[in-house]
């Protein structure tokens, strides 16, 4: 047993999430024997999202902690969205988020015959009937919050005419749309969800598994509880809307006297600046207003994955933000943090210039070249050191420098003492511009007495600049990533507006001619590294050998760490 509440006994002293709690709770009582079975149910009509991880997080982290098992199961019910594109690409994205299922992949479509059976069970009990109401009759019939449900005129069929007209649904003799299967419950019920619910409905359309063998398929509500029921889950955990769902999955499942797990319901997540919603993605991306599915803008796993977060800071973002019962919105600065904070650890620093300007250093001897020691990650000492060629001519970033500086800008102008990193002090001679005014190169001098960065006498400069070295340098493309949504509440627009007049209009920049130092010639995709001073960065898997491509994954700056500042001081 991996859980701590287990193993320490100490249970006051351990704040479980309200789910544990449960879980725990039934553990120790031996409701079901000893047994913890989640899952993580996914619809495979999209690829998953930060919103589905935490549900990820939740299950296998319940499983994995009380020793119980979690299995994936795609809830591939509904054949007109789904496609094997998107159970592909799930199954990479739970795997690279670091769980695994062992044998136990599982798909709602395979039950779809026991699921059948169920129903001719509840039709023969008499609790179901085919109703030739069309979906917008069906609606009309349920009424509202306030105003009580009609009967459908084929609420009463006899058990006999009910068998033989759903037998011939299944046997394709009616078309789409033209007849359904409900529940015979109430029309009345304050619950919406339980007067008379469809069970079944008529789509002659392709399953991606079982491809012609039905023309009728279940709805979520009748599927969903015998998925679970025959892979004996323990706790069936879902989002907060399927709350009010609940009683229909307890009736079903009693109905036909199935083993009953139980449900769960926890608030999702919402990040600010940020969609969500599936739909929405699959918009944005056949819009082609993003590149892809892995648009390093995108929440998606993948694209936070082509961003160069790693799965650790997504699994412990999902930790930090917790598991409750009220709905919430969580901002993206909080996500920055942990991704921040986990590369801080792990990236290998080096030095990119990302809009240079060209530094010739006049007393440096113009055959000369040096290897400078440079630290990989002054968080890890085991990361070593590595050399980094200097001679003399640089590169520096344009805005490291300026002619007349204002009052609090430390870094080069004229005349002025700044360090180059793990290199040398040099001062500014002289300004080179070109006919339209706009400064080419500066000319320098360096202090030979100050190779490592240290003058002997003491003396100190206000800046330390990032630099490389020209000749060395390799080019390379920078893209630099913002917020994809202007708006925090990107779903706030006006009348008939579409959610994409909130697209931020600055959420790419590309800088294709940036210098990076010649460490970087091997690097690999997906790689993360800290430009120095600038943020973190990571190997576009789009890059040849000819042309590195990077993504800025975040910047240095920690706006969440102000954001607790502020709130601490208020
Ligand atoms: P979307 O609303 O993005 O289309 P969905 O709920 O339709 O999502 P599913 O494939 O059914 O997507 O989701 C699989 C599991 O992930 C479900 O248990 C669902 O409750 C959970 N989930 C989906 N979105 C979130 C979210 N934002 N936060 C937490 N859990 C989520
Ligand atoms: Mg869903």
Not at 288 to 302: A, E, H, N, Q, S
Not at 352 to 380: G, M, Q, S, T
Not at 397 to 416: N, S, T, V
Request: with cysteine; charged share 30%; proline share 5%.
């Amino acid at each position: 047993m991996k859980n701590e509440f287990m193993t320490q006994g100490k249970e006051e002293n351990i704040k479980l999430d309200f789910i544990r709690q449960i879980v725990a709770d039934d553990f120790k009582s031996g409701k079901w024997g000893g047994r913890v079975a989640t899952r993580f149910p996914p619809e495979p009509n999209g690829y998953l999202h930060i919103g589905h991880a935490k549900s990820i997080c939740l299950n296998f982290g319940i499983a994995e902690e009380f020793g119980g098992t979690c299995n994936l199961r795609f809830d591939d019910t509904n054949p007109e969205k789904e496609e094997q594109e998107y159970v592909d690409s799930i199954i990479e994205d739970v795997h690279w988020l670091g769980w695994d299922w062992d044998d136990r992949l599982y798909f709602g479509s395979d039950y779809f015959e026991q699921m059948y059976q169920y129903a001719i069970q509840l039709i023969k009990a008499g609790k179901a009937y085919v109703c030739d109401l069309t979906a917008d009759e069906v609606r009309d019939y349920r009424g509202t919050l306030t105003k009580p449900g009609k009967e459908s005129p084929h609420r009463n069929r006899s058990i006999e005419e009910n068998l033989e007209l759903f037998e011939r649904m299944k046997a394709g003799e009616f078309p789409d749309g033209s007849r359904t299967l409900r529940a015979k419950i109430d029309m009345t019920h304050p619950n919406l969800n339980m007067r008379d619910p469809v069970m079944y409905r008529i789509l002659h359309a392709t399953h991606h598994r079982t491809a012609d063998l039905w023309c009728i398929y279940p709805t979520y509500d009748w599927a969903h509880g015998f998925e679970d029921s025959i892979e004996k889950i323990t706790h069936s955990i879902c989002t907060l809307e399927f709350e009010n769902h609940r009683p229909l999955y307890d009736w079903f499942l009693d109905a036909v006297g199935a083993y009953h797990p139980q449900q769960i319901e926890f608030a999702r997540l919402n990040l600010n600046y940020t969609v969500m919603s599936k739909r929405k993605l699959l918009q944005l991306v056949q819009q082609g207003l993003v590149k892809g599915w892995d648009d390093p803008r995108m929440p998606t796993i993948c694209g936070l994955r082509r961003r160069g977060c790693s799965p650790e800071s997504i699994r412990n973002f999902c930790k930090v933000i917790g598991v409750n019962k009220f709905n919430s919105t969580i901002d993206i600065a909080l996500l920055e943090h942990c991704i921040r904070e986990d590369l801080n650890k792990t990236s290998q620093r080096v030095m990119a210039v990302l809009r240079p300007l060209k530094v010739i250093i006049d007393n440096y001897p113009e055959d000369k070249n040096e290897e400078l020691d440079a630290i990989n990650n002054p968080e890890d000492a085991s990361a070593g050191t590595r050399k980094v060629p200097f001679c003399r001519e640089l590169y520096i970033e344009r805005d490291d420098f300026m002619e007349e500086p204002p009052k609090k800008f430390y870094r080069l102008a004229p005349g002025r003492e700044v360090r180059l990193r793990y290199a040398y002090f040099i001062t500014c001679i002289n300004v080179v511009k070109n006919a339209d005014g706009e400064i080419v190169e500066l000319h320098c001098t360096y202090d030979p007495a100050t190779r490592g960065g240290d003058a002997p006498d003491g003396r100190k400069v206000k800046a330390t600049l990032h630099w490389v070295s020209a000749k060395h340098a390799i080019d390379a493309e920078v893209r630099l990533y913002n917020n994809l949504f202007a708006k925090e509440n990107p779903d706030e627009v006006e009348n008939d507006q579409d959610f994409t007049v909130n697209l931020n209009p600055n959420s790419l920049e590309v800088l294709t001619d940036c210098k990076v130092e010649p460490s970087l010639k091997n690097a690999k995709p997906l790689q993360r590294f800290q430009f120095e001073r600038l943020g973190y960065f990571c190997v576009d898997p789009d890059s040849t050998d000819g042309k590195l491509i990077f993504n800025r994954t975040v910047t240095l700056k920690d706006e969440w760490a102000k954001i607790q500042q502020s709130q601490q001081k208020s």
